[in-house]
């Protein structure tokens, strides 16, 4: 079972994808785990990934591609993978297609986690993390005993640039104008579910698994 995540970030399809590996015993593959595995062990991919980056310069689609098939060649993706963060764009996506199609292979099902916007904005701009241990919390899910301090290790929480409702606004804008055609693409294939991402984790993730039991 191949299976594309698709969301807006802060959508929860991360968490999704990682609970959906671990479920069905299938690899999560994320471009962003990809590349800083290539990078650190200096593979000749990694090479390539890192001239770009050197120069500010956005990894090409094909390279990106070239990376993620390599990735999926392996082992422990023969019986399936879900991917998390790619394909991004049209062009990403029909790329992958084309290089699937010579493999005699296919996306099996793309999941849309839908969450509007203003929600979007709600629950990333109440994010607060520890600037010591890391640790993670929200001024209305998760918020900690003390506002502002850490349970943890007692140091000051802050809002990280990420998760400020300008910053939060860009981020959404570059997904509607590159990766919202997606749904439109994988919709026409007749591979698109879509889910509720706005329910609570547990919900959202009992629907995806409604999805893959029926597949």
């Known amino acids: 079972m191949k299976i594309i995540m698709l969301g807006a970030p802060g959508a929860g399809k991360g968490t999704q994808a990682k609970m959906i590996a671990d479920k069905y015993a299938l690899p999560h593959v994320s471009t962003g785990d990809i590349f800083r595995a290539n990078l650190k062990?200096?593979?000749?991919?990694?090479?390539?990934v890192k001239a770009y980056m050197d120069q500010?310069?956005?990894?090409?689609?094909?390279?990106?591609?070239?990376?993620?098939?390599?990735?999926?060649?392996?082992?422990?993706c023969k019986n399936g993978y879900v991917l998390d963060g790619f394909p991004r764009t049209i062009p990403q996506a029909e790329v992958l297609d084309k290089e699937l199609e010579k493999l005699g292979d296919a996306?099996?099902?793309?999941?849309?986690?839908?969450?509007?916007?203003?929600?979007i904005v709600r629950r990333?701009?109440?994010?607060?993390a520890c600037v010591k241990c890391g640790a993670t919390y929200h001024?209305?899910?998760i918020p900690p005993k003390q506002e502002g301090i850490c349970?943890?290790?007692?140091?000051e929480l802050i809002q990280r640039d990420d998760d400020k409702p300008e910053t939060v606004q860009k981020r959404l804008s570059v997904y509607h104008e590159q990766t919202a055609p997606l749904i439109d693409y994988y919709t026409k294939k007749g591979i698109l579910k879509t889910v509720d991402g706005t329910q609570d984790m547990d919900a959202v993730?009992?629907?995806i698994t409604a999805i893959i039991d029926r597949h």
């Open 151 to 155: 349970d943890r290790c007692g140091a």
């Open 107 to 119: 996306v099996d099902l793309a999941i849309d986690v839908e969450v509007p916007d203003e929600n």
């Open 56 to 76: 500010g310069a956005l990894v090409p689609d094909e390279l990106t591609v070239e990376i993620l098939l390599d990735r999926v060649s392996k082992d422990d």
């Open 124 to 128: 990333m701009s109440g994010r607060r």
């Open 205 to 207: 993730f009992g629907a």
């Open 139 to 141: 001024v209305e899910h």
């Open 41 to 48: 062990e200096g593979t000749e991919l990694g090479m390539k």
